[in-house]
Nanobody
Framework: QVQLMESGGGSVQAGGSLRLSCAGPVYTVSHYCMAWFRQAPGKGREGVALIDNGGRTSYADPAKGRFTISYDNAKNTLTLQMDTLKPEDTAMYFC??????????????????WGQGTQVTVSS
């Protein structure tokens, strides 16, 4: 199964920015979703942002107004621009993709391709 590959994680002070990238799959179907999830130490994995093949996006409340998800079809690259980072954003960030009809879900089993994760650490 084709896996995804994240890059761009690192350490930053609160208020700073990071840009995560994910080398995405090439889908030949007309409906697919791509997403970013994250998992903080001792917590479950949670959704951060979604985007579908039509460019429609959705954000979890902690990400609204600070994060931007985008997908470059020509480069097959998913990006998460994270601004005004907070210590509570510290987590392992994962990109995911799945063939989904309709509105992109937060339901993680809908995403069949996952990356290994990239660490983001925000210090106060």
């Amino acid at each position: 199964q084709v896996q995804l590959m994240e890059s761009g994680g690192g350490s930053v002070q609160a208020g700073g920015s990071l840009r995560l990238s994910c080398a995405g799959p090439v889908y030949t179907v007309s409906h697919y979703c791509m997403a970013w999830f994250r998992q903080a130490p001792g917590k479950g994995r949670e959704g951060v942002a979604l985007i579908d093949n039509g460019g429609r996006t959705s954000y979890a409340d902690p990400a609204k107004g600070r994060f931007t998800i985008s997908y470059d079809n020509a480069k097959n690259t998913l990006t998460l621009q994270m601004d005004t980072l907070k210590p509570e954003d510290t987590a392992m960030y994962f990109c995911a993709a799945g063939q989904v009809y309709g509105t992109c879900p937060w339901y993680q089993p809908s995403y069949t391709r996952w990356g290994q994760g990239t660490q983001v650490t925000v210090s106060s």
